[in-house]
């Protein structure tokens, strides 16, 4: 987001038909979403009233058919509907500022005064997918940074002075794209089961044991449903950082309301629908993988065949909330991202040379230790 005059920009014009803004009903000032009260808050005079909902979005948020959202992307792609141009102008109600809105940002402040502007009706246009729901911050700044701090001392292999120090820098509030999806699979697997057992070979001081694994073929079936499988639709933050913020409670996501986000900044997707499915069918068919080793049982398993048939296929279009802060450490840059719901902590850091080299050699110490223990254990008295 960039900012600039209004002469520069446009000539004196007001650019009112992309604006989005919730003025205090008491005193005219701009009204902000407020954690503490889960409400909209006049920061001048202390006016408060609940978020707007839309007709009939107080019964929930409902699942979309994902077959027939693909084919609905899919036919505009090939009708090469416009998608949002890549910069977009509004003109701050208070100052007179043109805020520039650039990718996917749709909502942010002003950079002069702070006024909370959005881009009109960005999430709930035809094209763009609409967002069907959303969670809102629950966790305070001061919160985020107190467990910033507990992740921060958690870094064992971290530089000293970069714990010593923490991370200096400012949280930023924004609401992250995300697609959640359900799926019902069946699933059919054969394999085969490895159970250790031990045998004694050699004699005299060459005698030793040695772990040998009886394997046996297995087979099955079983039906499992996947619900709200999380995937990030934002390429500018990697993909493993926003899902170490996981789980999300989604049972928490409520109908959309673009007052909450009044006062954050917001995105649009960027992946779009069926990339995000293609991502979510990886992190299924991996916990399948793993739930069939499970079922096979025990010591070792071999996984031969894994047919998996998804059903049932649906999905949600929601803004999830994170704290995000920016940093810099030894001139390279690092970000940190906070799970705004509950709080959980995920981030890029600096790693200590010295540090990981000490505890390799210590590792490698105890390995020597225990294997020479093994090769002359102690006579008995």
């Known amino acids: 987001m960039s900012t600039t005059t209004s002469s520069e920009m446009t000539g004196g014009h007001a650019a009112t038909k992309d604006r989005r803004e919730f003025p205090c009903d008491s005193c005219g000032s701009s009204l902000t979403f407020s954690i503490g009260t889960q409400k909209l808050r006049c920061e001048h005079c202390g006016f408060e009233k609940n978020l707007e ?5 107080q019964s929930g948020v409902s699942e979309n ?7 609905l992307q899919a036919h505009k792609r090939s009708a090469a509907t416009a998608a949002q141009p890549a910069q977009q102008e509004v003109r701050c109600r208070a100052c007179g500022a043109i805020v520039v809105f650039e990718g996917s940002l749709t909502s942010s402040t002003c950079s002069y005064c702070d006024t909370p502007l959005q881009i009109k009706d960005a999430h709930t246009a035809d094209h763009p997918i609409p967002v069907d729901g959303l ?8 919160t985020a940074q107190a467990n910033l701090r507990t992740w921060i001392s958690g870094r064992w292999f ?3 002075a970069w714990q010593k120090r923490g991370v200096e820098g400012k949280f930023d509030g924004v609401y992250m794209p995300f697609f959640t999806y359900d799926a019902m699979i069946f699933t059919r697997f054969t394999g085969e089961r490895g159970d250790a057992y031990y045998v004694e070979v050699g004699s005299g001081q060459n005698k030793r044991r040695e772990r040998r694994v009886n394997w046996t073929h297995t087979s099955g079936s079983f039906q499992r449903f996947f619900d709200d499988v999380c995937i990030p639709a934002l390429q500018s933050l990697p993909q493993k950082l926003l899902q170490g913020l996981e789980p999300w409670p989604t049972d928490k996501v409520i109908p959309f309301t673009d007052s909450a986000l009044a006062g954050k900044r917001a995105h649009t997707y960027e992946k779009p629908l069926d990339v995000c499915f293609g991502l979510a ?3 299924i068919n991996d916990e399948l993988r793993s739930d069939v080793k499970r079922r096979i049982g025990g010591d070792e398993q071999r996984v031969h065949t894994l047919d998996s048939q998804f059903s049932a296929l649906t999905y949600k279009h929601v ?6 802060l920016a940093y810099r450490y030894g001139d390279k840059p690092y970000r940190v991202v906070v799970n705004a719901v509950t709080g959980q902590v995920n981030g890029e850091r600096p790693w200590s040379v010295p540090k990981i080299l000490a505890a390799v050699f210590f590792a490698f110490i105890v390995v020597a230790i225990f294997a020479s223990l093994g090769e002359h254990p102690p006579r008995p008295r």
Do not use: M, N, S
């Not at 803004?319 to 995000?324: A, C, D, G, S």
């Open 65 to 71: 058919d994902l077959q027939q959202g693909l084919a």
């Open 281 to 283: 069918k990886d992190r």
């Open 135 to 142: 969670c809102t911050f629950q966790v305070e700044h001061t």
């Open 158 to 160: 971290a530089p000293g």
């Open 319 to 324: 803004l999830l909330p994170v704290w995000i």
């Open 53 to 57: 909902f839309g007709e009939g979005q």
